[in-house]
């Protein structure tokens, strides 16, 4: 069975980067037919909030992404420190007591003698005595991961295949000296625990990757699949503060709908074009973690509001009702919508339709004709009132094409340009058309 996790720390709102994870950690589960989880990775008691724990599980909501369970770090410290206390026991983690001024200063050393910044492990070679001596003097100890001098290696379904060198990296830190954990080894052992199968995550995680690797085989587990996705940038190809705040909340804000995020994202970082689909079914079918480049992806506003406009119009009624004014049905609805950038401007429309409308001035030459027009209207059978208002008026005055449509558009909706006439004049109704083409 497929298990994949979204793993945010709840120490901030999700922003379009996280939203993107999520929804491929989602949709490579739902493809498999497996299981997708949610991992409030709240180690970090300081920062992590309760209501960022809220707004992810809403924002997750909105997008549509139901996760199958839900799991919470702070509620596994009782299983973090078994672990802990197994590999303490088993030499696979040890105590270290070097200062941050110390580890910088050494840093500095190797790096003036063109080495890399690998931790020297001096801490192993302290003995009993050095270690109680430094803890008289106050100090206490953190934790690092000791890693095996072997290579690490997996083939990664983004980035193919991966080598490290576990005698090239720093044994990684674990624990802070307070107690508190670093992320990497809950993570590993609630993917080892949770049988998460497919890690998914952003690139900047590729060498915690390395060293996690060397945690699951100390913890005597097979380790998950793993796929990290190149970043996403601004349209102007950087990392830019801008795409850290543009979140769930900013696209309800501008009316962008949970479709237009979902089918963008979906493609985002393939070759393969954007379809904006409002059912997701065929996005999660073609998923394919082989379609996806190493290059950044960009993410462009513009790209996602033309995306939003082509969802927008196939949205059926039901789903947007909520939003529309009280009384607008769904003919109204299916009237306008072809027209909207975002369901909001639908009231717009709907004002068109109820009036009062603000009267465009009349050419001196239509003048007459509207009159005519007012008299046509007030006697039609109504079934179809568009098409017997005009073919009428043609018969008659022998206009066609715009000079027959224009003033009559104009006449009716107070607008040059708008949705469909055929669609929009029973809804106006006889007695407002009447009134407006009378002027
Ligand atoms: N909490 C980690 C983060 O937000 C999770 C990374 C992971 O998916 O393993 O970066």
Redesign the pocket.
């Known amino acids: 069975m497929t298990v994949t996790?979204f793993?945010?720390?709840p120490t901030g709102f999700l922003h379009i980067g996280n939203l993107r994870?999520a929804l491929h950690n989602w949709m490579f589960a739902k493809k498999a037919g497996g299981r997708f989880l949610l991992r409030i990775?709240d180690t970090d008691a300081q920062r992590s909030e309760e209501r960022f724990v809220a707004a992810i599980r809403r924002d997750l909501a909105w997008l549509g992404l139901v996760p199958d369970g839900e799991e919470r770090q702070s509620a596994r410290f009782d299983r973090y420190e078994a672990v802990f206390a197994d590999m303490v026991a088993r030499g696979r983690i040890y105590p270290a007591y070097e200062t941050p001024e110390e580890l910088d200063l050494r840093r500095k050393i190797l790096a003036g003698r063109g080495l890399p910044p690998v931790y020297d492990r001096a801490a192993l070679k302290l003995s009993d005595e050095d270690r109680a001596r430094l803890e008289e003097e106050g100090r206490r100890p953190h934790w690092r991961f000791r890693l095996e001098a072997e290579p690490i290696a997996w083939d990664d379904m983004v980035r193919g295949p991966q080598r490290f060198d576990g005698a090239l990296l720093s044994d990684p830190v674990v624990r802070r000296a307070d107690g508190s954990w670093l992320?990497l080894l809950p993570?590993v052992i609630d993917d080892a625990d949770m049988g998460v199968t497919h890690?998914v995550?952003g690139e900047d995680?590729v060498s915690n990757t390395a060293t996690q690797m060397q945690m699951f085989a100390a913890m005597g587990a097979t380790p998950p699949a793993f796929a990290h996705e190149a970043l996403l940038v601004g349209n102007e190809g950087k990392l830019s503060k801008r795409l850290g705040s543009l979140g769930v909340e900013h696209f309800r804000e501008q009316g962008i709908e949970p479709e237009a995020v979902v089918a963008l994202l979906a493609r985002l970082g393939t070759s393969d074009p954007v379809e904006p689909v409002v059912d997701p079914a065929p996005l999660i079918a073609a998923f394919d973690f082989g379609r996806f480049g190493r290059a950044p992806a960009r993410f462009d506003e513009g790209e996602l509001a033309q995306v939003n406009a082509r969802i927008v119009h196939q949205l059926p009624f039901e789903r947007v009702r909520q939003a529309l004014p009280e009384w607008m049905d769904a003919a109204a609805w299916d009237a306008v919508r072809g027209n909207l950038e975002r369901v909001a401007d639908a009231a717009d429309w709907w004002r068109v339709v109820t009036g009062p409308v603000d009267a465009l001035p009349v050419a001196e030459e239509d003048r007459a004709f509207l009159t005519r027009a007012a008299e046509v209207a007030a006697g039609l059978a109504w079934v179809d009132p568009w098409a017997e208002l005009t073919s009428a008026l043609k018969a008659e005055t022998g206009r066609k094409g715009k000079a027959l449509f224009l003033p009559l558009r104009r006449a009716l909706t107070g607008m040059d340009h708008g949705p469909d006439m055929a669609a929009l004049l029973p809804l106006i109704g006889r007695e407002r058309a009447v009134a407006r083409l009378t002027g």
């Open positions: 996790r793993a945010p720390s994870t990775d992320y993570s890690v995550r995680h």
